[in-house]
């Protein structure tokens, strides 16, 4: 699948012996048949590899495979090797990959095999074949739902916007959860998720400037505040703040 990902081992399952025939081909870009891997929970695809075979269901039960990453590569692009994953390309899946539950080589495993140390090796079992795709699982986290406690404050007074946010990817993680006012930064916060978890954000930006603004958390639009008289002084919309090193940045001004 290329020199960062390789194919090293092909173990078949289940098999009553004698001669089966199967050919593999790996590359790092995705093969026309089957399109790139296509992931709503975020996997990143690092190599492909084509399983083709004329052994029967009857003949081999499965087939196990063993992958390896080189741990450099994984560095460079941010990956952990703990969310390496193996997925199967499958139409009956929503996002047409499958993802196969796939295990880490135990180091002592790695030691007693002479597997190289600079690599990380994992393994997935399967009794379909196809199109296979080595990713990385990352998180993928999202603001599902904003609102704002009021919808006009005075100048120099501080509104609190609310945010459900969920990691709805593969993989935990950190992220910085940022508020704007009319596309101007206003507030951050960090989150660590894990997969499948949300939680609820509050923050309080002030603003200064009076004036209408749309607020949004991400690009989830959490509501339009009013500032002041917005029919007084024609605003230039540069009245958002800059954020800060807490959790919300500086009145807006």
Partial sequence: AGGNVTLDRVRLVDTPGGDVGFRTVGRPGPFASAGPLTDSRGAAPNGYFEFNHT???????????????????????GGDPDDL???RR??????GWERL?????????????????DRVHVEATTDDFSVFAVATERPVVRATG?????????????VVVRATVANEGGADGPREVTVTADGDLVATQRVDLDPDESTTLAFEPAFDDPGT????VDDTTAGTL??????????????????????DAGAAG
Avoid: K, Q
């Fill in 226 to 247: 009013v500032v002041g008289d917005p029919g007084g002084d024609e605003i230039d919309g540069g009245g958002a703040a800059s954020a800060g090193d807490g959790t």
């Fill in 101 to 117: 539950e796939t295990e880490r080589v135990d180091p002592a495993v790695r030691e007693s095999l002479d597997l190289p140390e």
């Fill in 213 to 216: 603004y749309e607020v949004a």
């Fill in 55 to 77: 052994f029967s269901a009857e003949e081999v039960s499965g087939v196990r495979f063993s992958v390896s990453v080189d741990r450099e590569y994984l560095n460079e692009t």
């Fill in 85 to 87: 994953a193996l997925y």
């Fill in 146 to 158: 904003a609102s704002l406690d009021r919808t006009a404050i005075d100048p120099g007074e501080s």
């Fill in 90 to 95: 499958s139409e009956a899946e929503p996002d």
